[in-house]
């Protein structure tokens, strides 16, 4: 016997889609261009933040004269500096047809891998000989290469053989302020000779402007005042970061509510999917160790504890691979160790860089 279900729905897919696509509509109704939040678009209009000014100084020199003029730029999170680098790149790309090549270092840490993307050279047919020579052809003329996220760097025959053997003018690009001082090779240094220029953490008033620009580009509607809110709340809690901002733009303008909770509820959510991001890219060992930093801010009390563990990928592991892991978590900017002195020793301790440390075990949770 068959029983028929009036509550069963039966309609054609068609006439479903298209409900569907009016509902959704009417929820997007106010995103005018959607892509205008993600991360790596580039605005048609940057705030140009001062320190640009040294930034272009370089390179004008070094077009006029011929001469490199190599340049570290040093920032936090979310600064602008892969955006600052690419635009001024391109700028002089359109002016003066100087070709640049953007490598980011994190995922071609090897010379090698950067002379192969440089080459676009990638099968194993071509000899890391031949890829270099054609690096060199290719920067034999006025040329910019950018080195994003140097940090992550594992050799530096790149830095040696750009500098030595090329007229290429270098951007190296890092959060740690302190990467050049710990490069450990006297040549690399002397042939780089860099100016190095930090960007400042931007004031609300700076974040307010970048907001507002991504707003009139991306948004039907906004809320002036509440833009105001945002950067303050942002400058305040979540150390300038324009990625975090942008993001909580997006959600704020998807729902068009602007209200005080709204603000504060967005930039939460902002900060989980743009911190949460790295920490889900993380190895399940790399997760544990950070669990186990904040837990101990000594790295040696957390070293103790993660070999003592019971769990299979800590029990026993060596005193180098967690610093190892220890390092990598350091370069993500995740954390940042600190030399301490106790009695008449030294130890490291790590600090915490993230603005909410529930997000580990919250992490840990869905995972383990
Ligand atoms: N001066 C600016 N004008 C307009 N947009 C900006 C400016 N600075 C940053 N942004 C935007 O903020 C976001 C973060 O900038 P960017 O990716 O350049 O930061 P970063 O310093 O490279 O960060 P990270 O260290 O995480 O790589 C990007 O979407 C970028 O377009
Ligand atoms: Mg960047």
């Given at each position: 016997?068959?029983?028929?279900?009036?509550?069963?729905?039966?309609?054609?897919?068609?006439?479903f889609m298209?409900?569907?696509l009016t509902?959704?509509?009417?929820?997007?109704?106010?995103?005018?261009?959607?892509?205008?939040?993600?991360?790596?678009?580039t605005?048609?209009?940057?705030?140009?933040?001062?320190?640009l000014?040294?930034?272009?100084?370089?390179?004008?020199?070094?077009?006029?004269?011929?001469?490199?003029?190599h340049?570290?730029i040093?920032?936090?999170?979310?600064?602008?500096?892969?955006?600052?680098?690419?635009?001024?790149?391109?700028?002089?790309?359109?002016t003066?047809?100087?070709?640049?090549f953007?490598?980011?270092?994190?995922?071609n840490?090897?010379?090698?891998?950067?002379?192969?993307?440089?080459t676009?050279?990638f099968?194993?047919?071509?000899?890391?000989e031949?890829?270099?020579?054609?690096?060199d052809s290719?920067?034999?003329?006025?040329s910019l290469?950018?080195?994003?996220?140097?940090?992550?760097?594992?050799?530096?025959?790149?830095?040696?053989?750009?500098?030595?053997?090329?007229?290429?003018?270098?951007?190296?690009?890092?959060?740690?302020?302190?990467?050049?001082?710990n490069?450990?090779d006297?040549?690399?240094?002397?042939?780089?000779?860099?100016?190095?220029?930090?960007?400042?953490?931007?004031?609300?008033?700076e974040?307010?402007e970048?907001?507002?620009?991504?707003?009139?580009?991306?948004?039907n509607?906004?809320d002036?005042?509440?833009?105001?809110?945002?950067?303050?709340?942002?400058?305040r809690?979540?150390?300038?970061?324009?990625?975090?901002?942008?993001?909580?733009?997006?959600?704020l303008?998807?729902?068009?509510?602007w209200?005080?909770?709204?603000v504060?509820?967005?930039?939460?959510?902002?900060?989980?999917?743009?911190?949460?991001?790295?920490l889900?890219?993380?190895?399940d060992?790399?997760?544990?160790i950070?669990?186990a930093?904040?837990?101990?801010?000594?790295?040696?009390?957390?070293?103790?504890?993660?070999?003592a563990?019971?769990?299979?990928?800590l029990?026993?592991?060596?005193?180098?691979?967690?610093?190892?892991?220890v390092n990598?978590?350091?370069?993500?900017?995740?954390?940042?160790?600190?030399k301490?002195?106790?009695?008449?020793?030294?130890?490291m301790?790590?600090?915490?860089?993230?603005?909410?440390?529930?997000?580990?075990?919250?992490?840990?949770?869905?995972?383990?």
């Amino acid at each position: 016997m068959c029983i028929a279900d009036d509550t069963m729905d039966t309609k054609n897919p068609k006439s479903f889609m298209a409900a569907k696509l009016t509902a959704r509509a009417a929820e997007t109704s106010n995103m005018k261009n959607a892509q205008v939040f993600n991360i790596g678009y580039t605005p048609n209009e940057i705030l140009i933040r001062t320190e640009l000014e040294r930034v272009t100084d370089d390179l004008a020199d070094y077009v006029n004269l011929g001469l490199p003029r190599h340049i570290i730029i040093y920032g936090s999170k979310g600064s602008g500096k892969t955006l600052s680098a690419l635009i001024m790149a391109k700028a002089l790309r359109d002016t003066k047809a100087v070709p640049y090549f953007y490598i980011n270092v994190r995922e071609n840490p090897t010379s090698t891998k950067i002379y192969r993307n440089i080459t676009r050279l990638f099968g194993k047919g071509h000899e890391v000989e031949e890829v270099r020579s054609k690096c060199d052809s290719l920067l034999s003329g006025k040329s910019l290469v950018i080195l994003d996220e140097i940090d992550f760097l594992q050799d530096y025959d790149v830095l040696y053989h750009i500098t030595r053997h090329t007229k290429a003018n270098l951007i190296l690009l890092t959060q740690k302020v302190y990467w050049y001082k710990n490069l450990n090779d006297e040549s690399v240094k002397s042939s780089l000779q860099p100016d190095h220029i930090v960007f400042h953490e931007y004031s609300t008033e700076e974040i307010r402007e970048i907001l507002k620009m991504r707003a009139k580009e991306g948004l039907n509607e906004f809320d002036k005042e509440s833009l105001g809110l945002l950067s303050a709340l942002l400058v305040r809690d979540y150390r300038s970061d324009a990625r975090i901002g942008i993001k909580a733009l997006e959600i704020l303008g998807r729902s068009n509510k602007w209200d005080e909770d709204s603000v504060t509820t967005a930039l939460k959510q902002a900060y989980i999917e743009v911190e949460g991001e790295t920490l889900k890219n993380l190895g399940d060992r790399d997760l544990l160790i950070l669990a186990a930093l904040i837990k101990n801010q000594d790295t040696n009390k957390a070293y103790s504890e993660v070999s003592a563990s019971n769990h299979l990928l800590l029990r026993g592991v060596s005193k180098s691979t967690f610093f190892q892991s220890v390092n990598y978590l350091q370069n993500l900017g995740l954390v940042t160790l600190i030399k301490k002195k106790i009695g008449r020793y030294y130890t490291m301790e790590s600090q915490i860089l993230l603005s909410d440390e529930s997000i580990v075990s919250g992490e840990l949770r869905k995972r383990l």
